[in-house]
């Protein structure tokens, strides 16, 4: 089948099996599965949450394509870009240079304009993609508003992730809780735990982070 401007085999928006009565299609425990082990080890510091990543972009691309969470997939091309980037960046011959660290007041401010003006720019941008694009965008945006906030948070979070501060972690437990909401509303209950697990481990990444930059610090006091 055609899925916007791609074409995928209609097998992956097949039923792979039933959870409680719920269907739930080969994409969705693809880009489940690929999503939480992905969280995880970005948690756990560990450089192969990024190419694990990039299968969970991939399989979310044609999700929400699926239930016209336009602003969404939009968003997993520069998920996919930042996913090479932060793989890079992540090398041990980098990590030096990239300490766990917080942002300076005034970044944070910026980041803050940066969500809140992006969101409602590509929120109104999202409200009229499909009768600007018709043949790409058959059906209107759903929660376009809701949705570009989740788009435009996740790609301040994914770049703080890469440069390792610590506000990234903060930044996805805001973006998990919307999601479940959003994911919910559109069905796709999957997913939709899906987020409730990455909200969990958000925490855990927070609370793992700045335990490890503590750590560091006594230790690179000691030296």
Not at 25 to 48: D, F, K
Not at 98 to 119: D, E, I, N, Q
Not at 163 to 182: F, H, S, T
Request: glycine share 6%; net charge positive; proline share 2%.
């Amino acid at each position: 089948m055609w899925c916007g401007l791609i074409q995928i085999d209609q097998f992956w928006f097949d039923e792979a099996f039933v959870v409680f009565n719920y269907p739930v299609a080969h994409l969705e425990w693809l880009s489940a599965l690929s999503g939480v082990l992905a969280v995880w080890l970005a948690a756990r510091e560990n450089i192969l949450s990024w190419p694990v990543g990039l299968v969970n972009i991939l399989s979310a691309f044609f999700i929400y394509h699926h239930v016209q969470l336009y602003a969404d997939m939009f968003l997993q091309v520069y998920f996919f870009g930042m996913g090479l980037y932060g793989w890079h960046h992540w090398q041990r011959e980098h990590r030096a240079a990239l300490p766990l660290k917080w942002m300076s007041a005034k970044m944070r401010l910026a980041s803050g304009v940066f969500v809140v003006s992006g969101s409602a720019v590509m929120g109104w941008c999202m409200t009229r993609l499909h009768i600007w694009f018709p043949q790409w965008f058959f059906v209107a945006a759903a929660f376009p508003y809701a949705d570009s906030a989740v788009a435009v948070g996740s790609v301040l979070a994914n770049f703080l992730l890469a440069r390792r501060y610590l506000e990234n972690w903060i930044l996805w437990i805001g973006i998990d809780l919307l999601c479940v909401y959003l994911y919910f509303n559109k069905g796709i209950l999957l997913i939709a735990l899906e987020f409730l697990v990455f909200l969990a481990l958000a925490s855990y990444g927070l609370f793992y982070w700045t335990r490890l930059k503590k750590s560091n610090e006594r230790t690179t006091q000691r030296v």
